[in-house]
């Protein structure tokens, strides 16, 4: 039984499957913007088509951009290095991803200052964000959920803090996109980035980066681009500016019929089956003694479910799980060191349940019962 749908989904629509194994088996596909020829027209055809339904999932213009790469942490990398140099500040959080820290941590070498907004009683501070707002910042970078404990940002009030210090507001929906609506425009949101894998239900390894006409991201990977070819750099128009190199049509094929999937059946319905599924499982480990939850009810989450029980190591919690009750979760850090330093669970980790649409009552109250046993038996 699966529960670690917060590191990839494994139960996909089954039309994602299907539109993959078309584009490799019916050769029909070639390489998209490297010809006139059917083959290459036919592979265009699907990345366009793609490209318009993120559009239309995220409240993108026309004119806006959506650019392709292998999942979130290389969108985040190039949003992140492409936006900030030599003297800017940026603030991220302590619920943030490595994906998020690691490159903002590599900047320092560079010269460019950071800060973390912290946590205060487990959620994120927000009064901080004044306190350590400089007169170089100019980027604020975030996760839209926590990896680790579920908790959803307050966007209103993150991009309206932007807009008061014009600062380019970068979002990291790879726990939300798919399962809570996002719209840029309305939001405000200059840069989100996002992985296929997860909510949107595509396959590994797609994933992508949405931004506003106007937004300048400087490109982190350079090389083919089917255009401008006797150019010394990068073509300076976009998406080619920073889609160097062959497209993954294959995942995109996969990932079009995932947001195509969301699309039909509705956002909002997708929320609401996650959230049954998350109260259900609140509601029946707030009874149990000796459980401890990460995750509040009175704010709002995403997928994602999080505790320990006394003070069992979260790694054999997981393996008592798996073996005798065949379910999988994920226990650790979840890579992000930050989150834990602030909760003190540095040494024992979390054990995290995080939800999927296709995972039904039946599946949760297993779950359910396999945590009672176990608390049953340290008891």
Same mark, same amino acid.
């Given at each position: 039984m699966y529960f670690d749908n917060a590191a990839t989904? =494994?139960?996909? $629509?089954t039309?994602? *499957?299907e539109a993959m194994f078309k584009v490799i088996s019916s050769q029909k596909y070639g390489n998209p913007s490297r010809g006139s020829h059917e083959y290459a027209i036919n592979s265009l055809s699907i990345v366009n088509k793609c490209r318009q339904n993120i559009k239309k999932l995220f409240g993108l213009r026309e004119e806006d951009e959506v650019v392709f790469t292998a999942n979130a942490t290389e969108a985040l990398n190039i949003a992140i290095k492409g936006t900030l140099s030599e003297? /800017?500040? =940026? %603030? *991220?959080?302590?619920? /943030?991803h490595n994906s998020v820290l690691r490159p903002i941590y590599q900047l320092e070498k560079i010269g460019v200052e950071h800060d973390f907004v912290g946590l205060k009683d487990g959620v994120l501070n927000y009064e901080q964000l004044e306190e350590k707002v400089k007169s170089n910042t100019k980027v604020l970078v975030c996760t839209h959920a926590s990896n680790v404990t579920g908790e959803l940002l307050d @966007?209103?009030? %993150?991009? /309206?803090f932007c807009k008061k210090h014009k600062l380019t507001f970068i979002l990291d929906a790879s726990q939300t996109a798919g399962v809570i609506p996002i719209n840029m425009l309305e939001q405000d949101i200059d840069i989100l980035c996002f992985t296929g894998h997860k909510s949107l239900y595509g396959p590994q390894g797609i994933g992508g980066l949405c931004f506003k006409e106007g937004i300048t991201i400087d490109p982190l990977i350079t090389g083919g681009s089917g255009i401008d070819?006797?150019?010394?750099?990068? $073509?300076? =128009?976009? $998406? !080619?500016?920073? !889609? *160097?190199?062959? %497209?993954? =049509?294959?995942?995109i094929a996969g990932l079009n019929e995932g947001?195509?999937? @969301? %699309?039909?059946?509705? @956002?909002e319905? @997708?929320?609401k089956i996650v959230a049954t599924n998350v109260n259900r499982f609140i509601d029946a480990l707030e009874q149990m003694d000796n459980v401890i939850l990460y995750t509040q009810r009175k704010r709002p989450v995403a997928g994602v479910v999080s505790l320990n029980i006394g003070n069992i190591d979260s790694e054999t919690i997981s393996d008592v799980l798996v073996e005798d009750f065949d379910i999988a979760i994920r226990p650790g850090a979840h890579c992000a060191p930050l989150v834990h330093k602030a909760l003190g669970t540095e040494k024992q980790g979390i054990v995290r349940f995080s939800f999927s649409s296709f995972n039904t009552i039946e599946e949760v109250d297993f779950a359910i019962n396999a945590i009672k046993t176990i608390v049953t038996e340290v008891d």
């Open positions: 989904t =494994v139960v996909k $629509p039309q994602v *499957a003297g /800017d500040h =940026v %603030l *991220a959080t302590e619920l /943030d @966007i209103k009030l %993150l991009s /309206d070819s006797f150019n010394h750099s990068q $073509p300076n =128009v976009y $998406p !080619e500016k920073l !889609e *160097a190199g062959t %497209l993954n =049509v294959v995942g947001i195509e999937y @969301i %699309l039909n059946k509705g @956002i319905n @997708i929320r």
